[in-house]
């Protein structure tokens, strides 16, 4: 067994390779020129001065130019428009389409309005006689308001469109981007990265492409994100730099994405007054290091004026932290906070802390308990400008975890729900897998209960002041910037989901579907929308059938985390365990009996956690260990249910190339191939997902299939 | 789950870093000063001319420089010695010291001669008088003498030694490096290397210490072996070019292995015709082709007059091979035989040949049957100047596997068994495993039955005309040549079964312990022979006890196979599965049931490996799919032989790491820490082994341990 055996690791990295020749033209993902047809064909009037108002009158300049429209900016003299996009604090003008679109959106905001300020990112629209009034407060508001005209096509021109008031219901929505600026030796350039290399970093060194920054920076506003850290939690040698001599590289990337109201932030090793400043301490107490913590930070001010703040992982998988000097999380995160104060920035401090050298035989530790063991009794400690980031469920990522309590256990600090957009865990872009829906789960998730407030509440707080929303990024220098084409769907939707966590995630995914495919001569479009529905909308519980069942998780290989591995991480290090044997299968946590993680949650949950009669089905093994015939609150048993949702899932995998193939034709030929290429994939990987585990617990249960289907 | 998860992964590649500041020295492994203390302590007289013999005056004079002795080379005055070293042919003198001893020679050869010549390589050792004598018919049988006389020490010189006459067994003792000459991406400089880097390659080119190669091919010719490839069987690029542009690399070597009797071979590409010679074919009946490798090969002979052959894997995992061209593996090795026959080369193509993308759920293919299947109907139609090169057994290396059937299958073919010094799949150099137990089994099994022939036999050939004994080689650049220094045995274990495939390895053992370990002052060379053979001539078994069990083979992590990893195969395209479920355990390779394997044995095997009450208990899995309540011959179910001899296995590891504490002092300490980290090393994986597969064998089975030990 030799150097092939390897050579299948490696493809697993699955870069792309760039084509010969040219540049391969990149996809313009949800925003092809065609989305701007209705807008591109009117008479618009901005009104307004600032970077971001330039942004704005660059996009309605192209559609105009494209499809027939005219702009005006700011004239003096009257102008019969169809759209006007003012600032309502912009000088006045005598002119008598922004005087009318001004009242317009004045009494729209007295009929609509809550008491509360549009904001910096908010706008009204409302009709004003044939014109449609977009006005803001602030620059970004009109960029923000510009896209929505954008997304509703004509809708925006319809006369008896009521008022809308669109404000985001969190102040920061944010991509961390794990991408290494060094290839990192085993995880490459973009750490969890499947769609190829950065568009950030290549070989230790900027990639150099602006434009293709510029682009993305388009796309993010477009969908509402407006943040984004620009290099991997894991903070290594080179990437450490960032914070001083390299400096520049993070400033160039901040100036690209400016104008479209993105902030940039940066992940930092807590060693860095040693790594970089030459101490002998990074200990978050010591004067010295404080000082060196300002300076540094006021030098990152001096360079870029609106940087965001610091992402920082720390005493986490190998990552230094207070703990090496006798402090706690608190102390390490408000040291960073008092540098960042006076410029206005903020500490996300990520929660992700766990022991993972834990011996697999030790059933008494429990992973999914850190989270909470680490940071509930820090509640009230942070600083006001620490964002405590933590990932939605208590272990990592999966695809069916419980929410983490820790998002309940902290009341006096602000929290950030951490979400994963790429698919570590959920296909890696080769399989179709809709997040949005487990995302709206997540947020719509009541910890305290069914009538209590909810994730979402808590990420927005008392007036926006909550931590917000954050996810990891999932594009790359790909030719669709996410390797699978439809995994753009998921971009697009978290950055929706952050403005607003209580939309739909189906309409969202509407939206997306008819920016991405607009109408053309050789397609039926709605053909085309109702079949992207059929295969996307109920894609994430596909995914969940065919893989680890009932909540237990993590049956993945270990190292690439794709493609089945029952008993992959069984005996390690890692405290991801199932505990499966001849006679049953899951983790214990209920307080009675178990690790007591259960015993997390505010007491609703608790209670309904603790017991297998009431715990929902979807999360069974994730509380409890039972035998393979205890019966699901569905009817079935539990290894009944194991063998029907796993033919079930590839019977539906099957079903959606099945789909896919009938839009030939109707599909732009390089996405139609894109995506049948990673069709076919998931085909073979769900089967091989549903064999192994069929194989697994037949093997061990011994219980056959009632329906008596091929397992092996 | 990040960068660390992967960190380790590399750490398993366990490459030692070079020390600061100078080049470490190099350990003299079986070869120190004081081992040639009882020789440079006498006078010598040598005569004979020629490279070899060049070499042997060098020994001579430098252990005599060190101990105060004397050599005299070809002296044409009477001088008193006590030992004469002497070609029989060479000039005669009116010496009589030479006279005696050439007389004292010429009686033992008559009263010891079986009509054979002693060749190349054999000598006869004699007293005459006082002084001992060896003579050679050539003066390869001189070096081989003299390190005989060193192994001899003192007893060389015992006046009542009767006469000697040695003679190598196998006329080809071959070692194959699977070093890369450019760093795999994966596999590193040397391919399962766990000694550090290659003393030959480094980073794509020659490593340039040849001093270096020069003493490993002094310890080589010390041990008798007699041959070297230098480059890995999976031939890269880079490694291709060794044939062509890049020859002067291996010339290099080959000169500086010359002194010591060595010849240098070479893997090839069996594409080379495309891949160098820029031909649009390898067919091997092609005339391009065939002229191809004739000019090619005759280049390689210009540069390089005793250059040994080629090694060739072929339509093995990813190689390329005849396949392509619809010609089969005889066609393919007699087109490089053809090439090297005019200048006496050979080549080695190797046996090693099976379907890689074998799919799991497939019962009827069985990879143990491969090589079976596609050499023994080719039997015959090779040519004489191939060595069909077999693995010893029918999968890879495992610590328990049945011999191969190819090794009986094949009359009328040169055939040579391929062992593995390299500790792939057997601790990896971080585990004592003295494995010359296991190949002394190996090369005493009888295929046709207890009274028949040997695989000794069928590798020795009629008048040693078979294709002898080849290991992949263990060394790399570490100071102690195989990173655990205990390793140095087995490479020198396989130079002495190699030169007599019959010979107790217990001897062997100690005369390896005998040579390292000379009496010094602070040892007591007693106590110190007497622990290693303790803790080192069953460690084979003890390893294979806290592995996997029973023949079972494979149940180890994959890719880098080290440590216990019970499912890690059991879902992939690679042939090795165990189908454990929570009935039994074991591969069913009967004829009567399963893949009929056991019938590629001549009867008396095929009969006892048919029926589970028949076949050895330790190959019960290996042939047969039985009940965890089997009852083996040992009396013990199956189930409780797998707790029993993983709890054994470890105590006996523990005993290993305790036995060698009390040497603490007598050993020099950079050995003693090295092997006792390593011990530290063996009883934390071998612990991991009991529990894993204890656990993963109790959780199926259900079983408890009958003496009531824990099991996680």
């Not at 618009?44 to 192209?62: A, F, P, Q, W, Y």
């Amino acid at each position: 067994m030799n150097a092939e055996e390897s050579v299948e690791l490696e493809q697993l990295m699955f870069v792309e390779e760039p084509m010969d020749g040219d540049e391969p033209r990149v996809h313009p993902a949800w925003l092809p020129p065609e989305a701007f047809r209705s807008l591109g064909a009117r008479r618009v009037l901005l009104h307004g001065e600032g970077l971001l108002v330039d942004t704005v009158l660059n996009e309605v300049s192209r559609a105009c130019a494209r499809y027939g429209g005219r702009v005006w900016h700011s004239p003096s003299w009257d102008v019969d428009v169809d759209l006007v996009l003012a600032l309502r604090d912009a000088d006045e003008l005598p002119n008598p389409s922004v005087e009318a679109a001004r009242a317009a959106g004045e009494a729209a905001l007295v009929e609509l309005g809550d008491g509360g300020p549009l904001g910096d990112e908010g706008f009204v629209l409302a009709r004003a006689g044939d014109v449609t009034a977009v006005l803001a407060d602030a620059p970004a508001g009109l960029l923000y308001g510009l896209f929505h005209v954008v997304r509703l096509c004509a809708a925006a021109f319809d006369p008896a469109r009521p008022p809308e008031r669109h404000r985001p219901a969190l102040r920061r929505r944010m991509l961390n981007h794990w991408d290494n600026v060094a290839v990192h030796p085993v995880m490459g350039q973009v750490e969890r990265g499947y769609a190829g290399g950065s568009i950030f970093w290549r070989d230790g060194r900027p990639r150099g492409d602006l434009a293709r920054v510029r682009e993305y920076g388009r796309l993010l506003a477009s969908c509402g994100v407006n943040a984004i850290s620009v290099n991997n939690v894991n903070v290594a040698r080179t990437e450490a730099l960032l914070l001083t001599e390299r400096l520049g590289d993070v400033a160039e990337i901040a100036d690209a994405l400016r104008p479209y109201g993105i902030r940039v932030h940066l992940s930092v090793s807590f060693a860095a007054p040693v790594l970089l400043g030459g101490l002998s301490t990074a200990d978050p107490l010591d004067e010295a290091v404080r000082a060196w913590w300002a300076a540094t930070t006021r030098r990152v001010y001096d360079r870029i004026p609106d940087f965001g703040g610091y992402l920082v992982k720390a005493d986490s998988e190998g990552q230094p932290g207070p703990f090496t000097y006798g402090r706690d999380h608190a102390d390490g995160a408000n040291l960073l906070a008092e540098a960042l104060a006076p410029h206005g920035g903020v500490v996300h401090w990520r929660a992700f802390v766990y022991n993972h050298h834990q011996d697999w035989r030790d059933r008494s530790t429990d992973r999914a308990r850190a989270a909470y063991d680490h940071f509930a009794p820090l509640d009230g400690r942070f600083r006001t400008n620490v964002v405590v980031q933590v990932k939605f469920g208590p272990v990592d990522f999966q695809t069916r975890e419980p929410v983490s309590p820790v998002l309940a256990a902290m009341p006096a600090t602000r929290l950030a729900v951490e979400l994963q957009v790429t698919q570590e865990y959920t296909g890696q872009q080769r399989h179709v897998c809709h997040l949005g829906p487990w995302w709206s789960e997540v947020l719509g998730f009541a910890p305290w209960g069914p009538d209590g407030r909810t994730i979402a509440d808590v990420v927005t707080g008392e007036s926006a002041s909550g931590g917000g929303m954050v996810a990891v990024a999932n594009v790359g220098d790909d030719l669709f910037w996410t390797g699978h084409p439809l995994a753009q769907a998921n971009l697009y939707t978290f950055g929706r989901l952050a403005w607003d966590p209580r939309r739909d995630p189906t309409a969202i995914l509407d939206e997306w579907i008819t920016l991405t495919f607009p109408p053309s001569a050789t397609a039926d479009a709605e053909l085309v929308r109702r079949t992207l529905h059929e295969i996307m909308d109920d894609s994430w519980r596909t995914y969940e059938r065919y893989t680890a069942p009932l909540g237990v998780g993590f049956m993945v290989n270990p190292g690439d985390h794709y493609g089945p591995g029952v008993d992959g991480y069984e005996y390690t290090r890692w405290g991801t365990y199932h505990f499966a044997d001849r006679d049953g299968v899951g983790v214990d946590r209920s307080l009675a009996s178990g690790t007591g993680f259960a015993d997390q949650y505010p007491p609703y949950w608790a209670q309904v956690y603790e017991s297998p009669e009431t715990c929902p089905d979807e999360l069974l093994l994730f509380f409890h260990h039972v035998p393979y015939g205890h019966v699901l609150h569905s009817g079935s048993t539990v290894i009944q249910h194991i063998y029907d949702t796993h033919f079930a899932g590839v019977d539906e995998v099957t079903a959606m190339r099945r789909k896919w193939q009938t839009l030939t034709g109707m599909i732009d030929p390089s996405v139609y191939e894109r995506v049948a290429e990673r069709l076919d994939e998931q085909v073979r990987c769900a089967t091989e997902w549903r064999d192994q585990i069929n194989t697994y617990f037949f093997r061990k249960s011994g219980v056959p299939d009632e329906r008596g289907r091929v397992i092996y």
